[in-house]
């Protein structure tokens, strides 16, 4: 299971104890707040995308969508989501778990500014019903981010 991998890549920094892993799922922003018992946005959620031959993961706050106008000034192309039975192959974390961490060799993590806004945030590790509570220098740290970006705007 993925977030086996995700606590393994964790060691290295002594903190795969911090790893919350819930009795119900969190695979959806709404799941994971619930779960969480805090507001949609501090969810930070994983987003998965085809850039030509590359494929980038852009973490952004739960409650922001991709915004195509700024994605395509940013990325130089459309976005183009992985669907959902290329995400655990081509990213190593099935949908529902898919997190900036123990990714496989090549993915590029992009951090949405969108998360900025929080001092703590709560992406998932590696499987439907996992999450680590982590300030933004944290998930900057611990994601092995390649820079910020500016890609979305608030879901109406």
Not at 43 to 50: D, Q, R
Not at 122 to 142: D, K, R
């Amino acid at each position: 299971m993925s977030v086996e991998k995700v606590k393994e890549y964790f060691k290295r920094w002594g903190i795969e104890d911090r790893i919350l892993e819930f009795d119900v799922s969190s695979a959806t922003v709404e799941l994971a707040a619930k779960a969480l018992n805090c507001e949609n946005g501090r969810i930070a959620k994983t987003l998965s995308f085809h850039v030509g031959d590359r494929i980038i993961l852009i973490v952004a706050a739960g409650d922001v969508k991709i915004d195509n106008k700024k994605y395509k000034a940013q990325f130089g192309s459309r976005a183009r989501m992985l669907a959902f039975d290329e995400a655990e192959q081509l990213i190593g974390h099935a949908i529902g778990g898919v997190c900036p961490f123990a990714v496989n060799d090549g993915v590029e993590v992009y951090l949405d500014i969108s998360l900025k806004r929080f001092a703590t945030v709560f992406p998932a590790c590696g499987s439907s019903n996992s999450a680590i509570e982590l300030t933004i220098p944290e998930l900057e740290e611990y994601s092995g981010f390649i820079s910020w970006v500016d890609v979305c705007k608030p879901c109406l």
